[in-house]
């Protein structure tokens, strides 16, 4: 997996590094990816799911992580976008 990881990271920075001026990555994580990736608390009960590109960037990348749906359901994001 860290090679993986590790791959992904090298290719991200290699597409990042052709946009000038980049300073922001925006990604769609919704609110059940928080749920499912472990909860505020520390409580176990909700992490089903460890895969989710929940927590932030490395700071290595240089981007500030922009998460505008984050606080949403899939529904709620249907219904705001369908209008």
Partial sequence: MGSRKTGSLKA????AGKIANAKFLTQGT?????IESGSKDGSLSANIKL????GGLPAELGF????????LF???????FSK
């Avoid at 895969?51 to 929940?54: G, K, T, Y």
């Avoid at 500030?64 to 606080?71: G, S, V």
């Fill in 12 to 15: 991200f920075k290699s597409g």
């Fill in 30 to 34: 919704l609110y059940p990816d928080v």
């Fill in 51 to 54: 895969h989710h590109n929940v």
């Fill in 64 to 71: 500030e992580l922009i998460e505008p749906l984050r606080d």
């Fill in 74 to 80: 899939k529904d709620e994001v249907r219904a705001d």
